[in-house]
């Protein structure tokens, strides 16, 4: 779970700043968890493929970028909350 918790955190922060992802890529990951956490794993994975599905949108609309972006920064809030009530111990850190 700390694996796929960490792929998905580390492109979430990847596109934040700016960058991208593909449908590809996204492709490829997966991931298992319990409850919130799951749910918060699985809307950050479905916004992300949103994300990359409309690179063209976003290239052409700055507005529209930025409102996918920031849905993004909420899904990632909503896993750092996750973890820290579902993770025991040390909490990772997305940096």
Do not use: N
């Not at 449908?23 to 809307?43: G, K, T, V, W």
């Amino acid at each position: 779970m700390h694996r796929d918790l960490m792929e998905i955190a580390r492109v979430l922060l990847r596109v934040l700043i700016g960058g991208e992802v593909s449908p590809a890529e996204l492709a490829h990951m997966s991931f298992m968890a319990a409850s919130e956490l799951r749910a918060a794993l699985a809307e950050a994975y479905a916004g992300l493929l949103e994300f990359a599905q409309h690179r063209d949108l976003r290239s052409r609309d700055a507005a529209a970028d930025r409102t996918m972006r920031a849905q993004l920064e909420m899904c990632l809030e909503r896993i750092v909350d996750a973890c820290d009530r579902v993770l025991p111990g040390p909490k990772p850190t997305l940096h």
